[in-house]
């Protein structure tokens, strides 16, 4: 069988082993197998643990080769200097498939952690063995109810996560939830003894549960295969990477953390521009980007209208708007002209940005001001901005709630086919406020529009993702 | 009297006056008039209103000339067209300091209200007016009860805010509410029509109640004199300044927003290299910043220490520092050492980023470690990194107490006098954390600490306030 037939049964268990399961749950954390219970995996579950009979109530055997049935995946959660051994059960039973969650080798940079790692290399090659880690949380699958940790949202969805960090994967699938952005797959993979990130990037080309891909990495073994398989999954599933080291203290943490090599800034800049995967700078900016590439068309160019009220803020979005990369052009005369027959001069500007009071009042002017605006050939896309500490005092809500309503469905028939996101903030003190922008926020998102808090969200989301849509225009590739 | 001393007038204002008070409140917001009245302005009010005997039960005069005794600032809330009959007024009864709210003047970049600027520029000339704005929301001084707009912060406090939109001035003073910080004094002043940002920062340089400047500038009009202010303040008082324009669509919006010319981007670099004015790029950035010179004390350098829980994050969090402009010096051997001595090597990293989940369980460790880490000579300043999903778990937010109550105050014992941020952090989806976070946020605020949400406001912040000091150290300035 080769390393793809084998990841596809370790991403579909149907039984799973956990050399080390303890006999009681370890302080303050239900512990590797405890958090497999309580999420209730779907398949069958074994506890290897040579001194009890059973653990949390479910029969334990004292080794690998003992189980009656073959194991899928076999997570080992045994002291570092053990590892060796559980490892060489794992051969003598059969089974193949290993996510070593212990950690203490390479990543120590000491003898002893070094020899280990070592010994355990030439154990898996030898052995034939698929290792995810060690030094890692393993799989989290939704569809199939296994997870390593505690807090793990519910659903399933369409997007993938190959993470090197264990925190991280808890960390960024935990955010996405809250944007409502699910998982179709998530890898912790840690040292990287024998599985990278490239062998699980060629799995998830063609998973059919997986629509869009992002990546946390640390290091990678061949750089050549990962510049191949990104540029070939790219363009049919978007491909997100928060690549981590890339600075002087970053790189040396890395070494410490998964015992990587980070590899040079010039050489992943060179990386980004060649296979047009789209680069993060924090999980926060990964999830944001996510939510865009996850509910926004596609779009032809980086020209953005932007429509809210107020002058300062209007300066800060034409700034943060071009600093992200995006395009503001004017309106044509004949256009300001129509727009001058509804809106009226005094303290309303109607150039791009739009700073228009009178929209906010009246959901009529608001429909004819997006109608307009998007019907522009040289507007591509449009971010709807709203400064929900005025908007609230217009009426303690009400106005806010009719204009989430309006942008959670009737819009489209305005939009003239545009992408547009929305961007709200409050700056005030007043928890009400902030509830009514939870609300609004919560509402959007289940109507599948990304919605972002501020204009540093928003520009650089919608700029990177229209990047993306320009390079494959550019390429042919769409 | 000169412009100083009437600044001071303007700024501890006995007598306002508000010509065009309007009879009836305007729908969905008090207006200039009810604002002044419903946060209770100290002095003596008058509202001028031909046609109306009183507003909001004051009595009404139908002039400024029959108003029996000098106002120390006339507020100008009427049509365009009426401003210059109004500044006539103050003309005629002695009446020289004047906020004008009004908008339709230059920053229409339409003929009427380029010809009503040219007229009013005139009028304020001749009859040497000192004019705040035209369209602009004038001032708000907490100590005097006086604020044109709704929902403003009650304290005062030793920051002030010079900004050319109203629009931030609300913004800005209700966020850094939110964090703590409050204001002496605080301009909008839009337009710039007689007095400029400089005129401000010059009487806020000799202001006793003034300690922090910060400021929003769309332009300057004189370049030179800006910077010899701010090289000369800002050695005592930090200058804090969010310059907005400096990307193309910015100077596009700065135009529309206040007709101002907003200078060109290596203008504005030489600006702040030359004066050592701390750059921020948007208003939670210049609060962040705020919070930190209202805390700290200063620093030798950039070095940093982080002491945290998590590989990914470790690695994250070294990224960031890195990339803000921070150095993370590697500890000696011997610390290396001590620090083993009571951190066991397995899952914990003992380099800088620190990642030592030990010293979370236990307060004695947690103090062990602050005291070992400041003590070292290369370290010039620590963030504490909380991972609250995680701590949470341990015991539903009791070890997030301890390590409050710790941060909140004894900590300093253990410092040996170098500064320190709290950056927290909470991914997952439950309200219980978030509110265990605010509370964290609000207790260590109250005892002064700054505390950010997550490494990037934390190292942004920390590596710009170290350029600050060490800006003045090279120069022999402290």
Redesign the interface.
């Known amino acids: 069988m080769g390393t793809q037939e084998d990841l596809d049964v370790i991403f579909h268990p149907k039984t799973v082993a956990v050399v080390g399961a303890p006999r009681k749950r370890p302080e303050?954390?239900p512990g590797i197998f405890g958090s497999i219970c309580d999420y209730g995996y779907a398949g069958r579950l074994y506890p290897i643990n040579p001194g009890a009979p059973e653990v949390e109530g479910i029969r334990a055997y004292p080794d690998l080769v003992s189980v009656p049935e073959p194991i899928d995946l076999v997570i080992i959660s045994v002291?570092?200097s053990a590892v060796p051994a559980a490892l060489r059960d794992c051969i003598a039973s059969g089974n193949r498939n290993v996510h070593i969650f212990t950690?203490?080798f390479k990543?120590?940079g000491?003898e002893e952690?070094l020899r280990l790692h070592r010994e355990i290399e030439t154990i898996a090659r030898e052995g034939g063995l698929n290792v995810i880690g060690p030094?890692c949380m393993g799989v989290f699958i939704p569809r199939q109810r296994l997870v390593t940790w505690?807090?793990a949202?519910e659903k399933s969805g369409p997007v993938a996560f190959i993470?090197?960090?264990?925190?991280?994967a808890?960390?960024?699938t935990?955010?996405c939830?809250?944007l409502g952005i699910n998982f179709s797959t998530v890898i912790s993979f840690g040292n990287a003894l024998t599985l990278d990130s490239t062998d699980f990037l060629e799995y998830l080309a063609d998973d059919p549960d997986t629509k869009i891909i992002t990546m946390?990495l640390?290091g990678v073994k061949d750089g050549r295969r990962l510049l191949e398989l990104v540029s070939q999954v790219n363009p049919t599933k978007p491909v997100i990477i928060l690549k981590?080291?890339?600075?002087?203290?970053?790189t040396?943490?890395?070494a410490?953390?998964?015992g990587s090599l980070a590899g040079g800034e010039r050489m992943w800049d060179a990386f980004f521009k060649k296979s047009g995967a789209v680069q993060a700078?924090?999980?926060?900016e990964m999830a944001f980007l996510t939510l865009a590439f996850r509910h926004l068309g596609t779009t032809e160019g980086p020209r953005v209208a932007v429509i809210g009220h107020?002058?300062?803020?209007?300066?800060?979005?034409?700034?943060?708007?071009?600093?992200a990369g995006l395009?503001?052009p004017?309106f044509t005369p004949k256009a300001a002209k129509e727009l001058r027959s509804f809106i009226p001069?005094?303290?309303n500007?109607i150039?791009?940005?739009i700073?228009a009071m009178p929209i906010f009042?009246d959901m009529e002017t608001f429909q004819r001001m997006i109608d307009l605006v998007s019907s522009q050939p040289q507007i591509d896309m449009l971010i709807i901005s709203l400064?929900l500490?005025?908007l609230y005092?217009?009426?303690k809500g009400r106005q806010i709630q009719k204009v989430t309503d309006y942008l959670s469905g009737p819009v489209g028939n305005d939009l003239h086919g545009k992408p547009f996101v929305a961007s709200w903030?409050t700056?005030?003190?007043?928890p009400a406020i902030r509830e009514v922008g939870c609300r609004l926020e919560k509402q959007l998102l289940e109507s599948g529009v990304p919605v972002y808090r501020?204009?540093?969200q928003a520009s650089m989301t919608l700029a990177r993702w229209a990047r993306y849509h320009q390079f494959l225009h550019a390429r042919g590739l769409k």
């Open positions: 303050g954390w002291p570092a950690a203490g990543e120590t000491e952690g030094n505690i807090g949202p993470s090197q960090s264990g925190g991280h808890q960390d960024f935990n955010f939830a809250r946390y640390e981590a080291g890339l600075t002087k203290a970053g040396k943490a890395v410490s953390h998964t700078h924090s999980l926060e107020g002058g300062g803020i209007a300066v800060s979005a034409a700034d943060a708007c071009s600093r395009e503001m004017p001069a005094g303290g500007i150039r791009n940005p700073d009042r400064s500490d005025w005092g217009l009426d903030r700056h005030r003190n007043n501020g204009f540093e």
